[in-house]
């Protein structure tokens, strides 16, 4: 809700309005007891942000230029001049229009205030007592201009003619959309005048004293637009005669109120309406209220900011926290699904524990168990299972004589089993000597390790000592018998046999020896090792 | 702004002023409050994420570890009953040693050496088990090679207990007298008896 005065020289008019349109309204005598009156009234209202529009006779209008200068320097320029020009009055203002054409260029300026104070400062007391928040007090005579462009009336020269409440009439002249002049004239009608013939008598005299301030060449022509209800129109518009330099345009202030928005329209010609009408479709800035005098406004501004600001943070706040209690809720719904999961997975687990097979210790105990059985104890051989298949190829050669066999399970296929040399009762005519003189032994003699490595016994290794029966003196038969019998076992599947010790050795690097009586046996028995690998493929 | 920051302003605002702040105060304790709450709440999910995924690695286990045992479970039942988990009995070595060699008619002379921890071919180890093992070895001898082998063969394949034989030297004695009973072939063998030792938190 907002509250608008509009102060004449006779009548304070109240205006209310709420959501953009006036809703009540309300006048006050400015004389006798009008001021009472309306102190109660307002005191029903006070906390309501008001405006005041001034539409006085004591309201002057000065033009004037002053060098163009930053704005610090004009301000100062400004203050300085106002003070100078309306010294009496606190109620003053300056109104740049823009700048000169030619020459320095100069800001053009008018200058206005309420010459007498006193006819504003009775009602501001009320105001001020009753610490209503002020928001603005507007010159009527220089906002007008606003109804010009709203109503697309552009003219070069315009003089808007309105009617204020308290029987008045205001011309205020705007030369390309800027004030420049502006005179309240009491409608005092003499005998026999007419509202017509005053409209047409004051304006003709506002254009001479215009033309006489060269406002105008020989080929302007001023557009009078007077804003009028059709209840006075009858009566002005046959006063109103156009000539060359002046025209006029009657405003039918219904038309002009449909037009603007304004519902409903006015019921008189009186201008205050619309004025406030337009205020509220555009904003002006303040012409006469000091800062002291709006600091009820602008703590009321304040407080709602910050009340605004509050609720803002508050709203905020709250929408935040809700988000973040969204976000609980659906992570609480996601916990939700994740236990249920969870316990599933858990019975499950419990089920699958169970029923596992148990004998008293770890399954992982049982694990490693089983790998050791399964990796080194199943299919372990024996010593059997290696003697069968070579017996088998031993009967196949009955003419060689087994003496004794070192079988040795390891994973080194080169090592080679610890056995002692058997001494021969038959030593045959001729034999290898090593270089000591002794027959070369099967193998050098070595210290058996106390704790091997238990491997996964992929290789039995045996030496097998024997003798082969042969005609004296034939040695190559008995070295041919050898070799066929370690082909044979070499024929076993996964065996393979070398002969590691001939019946007679022949290495050029040894020494032989040959000793024959004269009588020899009919037969010998050379001596013969082998050295016999099976290697186990299938061993786990 | 003068009127709003002057002595009279704070005065004129001051219920504003409080509810400015009690509006700062309320909305920060709001938003650190349900920042704080859904923050917990995202740490609590995150760990039932995390549990979730434990849970489910610990099924995986226990679904392989039931597969890989219900395969072995017939093999363990069997080192069980060979007493594969129950200790070195010695007695019960010495018992067999002489049965088997009274049975097979050899003489015997044997050596059980103290237990120790079987040294693995590439230094393997189980998680679960230490193999324990005592190197045993045996000097017979018999009439006949035919006794001797069934004797290292009874005590290789014995169905109670473990006792692999990894060396053997057997030779002929050669005797003056071919006529009188006398030892004619005889044996050095070692074997391990090998025993498991579940180790201690392995359950």
């Known amino acids: ?540 | 702004m003068n009127h709003v920051f002057s002595a009279e302003g704070f005065r004129t605002m001051r219920v504003s002023w409080a509810l400015l702040i009690l509006a700062l105060v309320a909305g920060a304790a709001i938003i650190g409050a349900s920042h704080w709450y859904a923050q917990q709440e995202k740490r609590d999910s995150a760990d039932s994420g995390r549990r979730l995924q434990e849970a489910r690695a610990r099924l995986d286990n226990a679904r392989r570890e039931r597969d890989s045992l219900q395969e072995s479970a017939d093999v363990f039942r069997t080192l069980v009953d060979r007493g594969l988990l129950q200790g070195e009995r010695r007695l019960e070595l010495v018992e067999l040693v002489n049965t088997l060699r009274a049975r097979h008619q050899i003489a015997l002379d044997y050596e059980i050496a103290p237990q120790r921890a079987l040294a693995l071919a590439g230094g393997r180890v189980f998680a679960s088990v230490d193999v324990l093992a005592s190197r045993v070895k045996l000097k017979a001898r018999a009439l006949h090679e035919g006794d001797l082998l069934a004797f290292v063969d009874a005590l290789a394949t014995n169905p109670q207990g473990f006792y692999p034989i990894d060396r053997c030297a057997m030779r002929r004695i050669e005797v003056a007298a071919a006529e009188t009973l006398q030892p004619r072939v005889e044996a050095d063998c070692t074997l391990e008896s090998i025993t498991l030792k579940e180790k201690r938190g392995a359950r």
């Open chain 1, 1 to 540: 809700m907002r509250h608008f005065l509009y102060l004449t020289n006779t009548r304070l008019v109240s205006l209310i309005a709420r959501r953009g349109r006036i809703v009540s309204r309300r006048e006050f005598a400015v004389a006798g007891a009008g001021a009472n009156a309306f102190e109660r009234y307002l005191a029903g209202m006070a906390e309501v942000p008001l405006r005041i529009f001034t539409d006085l006779a004591e309201e002057d209008f000065r033009l004037d230029t002053i060098p163009h200068v930053g704005a610090r320097d004009r301000e100062a320029l400004l203050t300085r001049k106002l003070s100078q020009i309306f010294r009496n009055t606190p109620f003053r203002h300056a109104l740049l229009q823009g700048r000169e054409a030619e020459g320095r260029r100069d800001d053009r300026v008018m200058y206005t205030a309420v010459t007498n104070p006193e006819v504003l400062r009775v009602w501001l007391e009320i105001v001020e007592r009753l610490k209503v928040p002020l928001e603005g007090i507007h010159s009527a005579a220089v906002f007008s201009g606003v109804m010009l462009d709203e109503l697309d009336l552009l003219f070069p020269h315009t003089l808007l003619v309105t009617f204020t409440p308290g029987d008045a009439m205001r011309q205020t002249f705007f030369r390309d959309r800027e004030i420049k002049f502006s005179r309240l004239t009491p409608i005092d009608l003499e005998e026999g005048q007419t509202l017509g013939t005053m409209i047409a008598e004051e304006t003709t005299r506002t254009w001479q004293y215009l033309d006489s301030l060269r406002h105008f060449s020989q080929e302007d022509r001023l557009e009078v637009c007077v804003l009028v209800h059709k209840n006075d129109r009858a009566a002005i518009e046959s006063a109103l005669r156009d000539f060359a330099q002046l025209q006029y345009r009657l405003l039918d202030i219904e038309q002009v109120a449909q037009k603007l928005g304004l519902k409903p329209p006015p019921l008189d010609s009186t201008a205050e309406e619309v004025m406030v009408h337009l205020f509220l479709m555009r904003k002006a800035e303040n012409h006469f209220a000091s800062s002291e005098m709006r600091r009820h406004a602008t703590q009321r501004s304040a407080r709602l900011a910050a009340t605004q600001l509050a609720a803002a943070i508050v709203v905020a706040s709250l929408a935040w926290g809700g988000w973040n209690v969204s976000r609980v809720f659906q992570l609480t719904q996601a916990d939700q699904r994740l236990t249920q999961q969870l316990s599933a997975l858990n019975r499950e687990y419990e089920d699958i524990t169970k029923a596992l097979p148990s004998f008293g210790v770890g399954g992982s105990t049982m694990r490693d168990a089983v790998t050791f059985y399964n990796g080194s104890i199943r299919g372990f051989p024996t010593v059997a299972s290696f003697l069968v298949p070579l017996s088998t190829v031993l009967r196949s050669h009955p003419e060689v004589r087994l003496a004794q066999l070192s079988w040795q399970v390891t994973d080194d296929a080169k090592a080679a089993p610890r056995m002692t040399v058997t001494p021969s009762r038959e030593t045959p005519p001729v034999k290898s000597m090593s270089k000591g003189g002794e027959a070369a032994p099967a193998q050098p003699p070595g210290a058996e390790d106390a704790s091997p490595a238990f491997g996964a016994a992929r290789y039995e290794v045996a030496l097998m000592e024997a003798t082969v029966r042969v005609a004296n003196n034939d040695f190559r038969g008995a070295m041919a018998e050898v070799e066929r019998l370690a082909a044979d076992i070499g024929r076993i599947d996964g065996f393979r046999a070398d002969v590691l010790e001939s019946p007679l050795d022949v290495s050029p690097g040894l020494a032989l020896q040959g000793r024959h009586a004269e009588r020899e046996a009919a037969s010998m028995q050379p001596r013969f090792v082998l050295r016999i690998v099976r290697e186990r493929r299938a061993a786990a």
